[in-house]
């Protein structure tokens, strides 16, 4: 019922850039958190960046100055814009959606990022 369909990653040399895309079928898209996150190979899935129903973001410290998240409630969808990408970026980048009120909490299948020249 409810989708999260993120769009955007792929191959990219070190330095360039790339925007995500998280296309989301919630019913009141604005009353949710949204978030990216990332799992490398062999590693725990980590929060990259949030963007609160309130509009207030939070990034993860290896991204900060480099990333920007975004969301436009008009589209149902949520952004990161990813720029000086580095090869420690690459991962699968998943999309998530929070509810704390409802207790609702959905995820993206993902989509691979690779930063490789």
């Known amino acids: 019922q409810v989708q999260l369909v993120e769009s955007g990653g792929g191959l990219v040399q070190p330095g360039g850039s790339l925007r995500l895309s998280c296309a989301a079928s919630?019913?009141?898209?604005?009353?949710?958190?949204m978030g990216w996150y990332r799992q490398a190979p062999g590693k725990q899935r980590d929060l990259v960046a949030s963007?609160?129903?309130?509009?207030?973001?939070d990034y993860a410290d290896s991204v900060k100055g480099r990333f920007t998240i975004s969301r436009d409630n008009a589209k149902n969808t949520v952004y990161l814009q990813m720029n000086s990408l580095k090869p420690e970026d690459t991962a699968v980048y998943y999309c998530?959606?929070?509810?704390?009120?409802?207790?609702?909490?959905?995820w993206g299948q993902g989509t691979q990022v690779t930063v490789s020249s």
């Open positions: 963007i609160t129903k309130s509009g207030s973001t």
């Open positions: 998530n959606a929070a509810s704390f009120l409802r207790l609702e909490f959905y």
């Open positions: 919630l019913s009141i898209f604005s009353i949710y958190d």
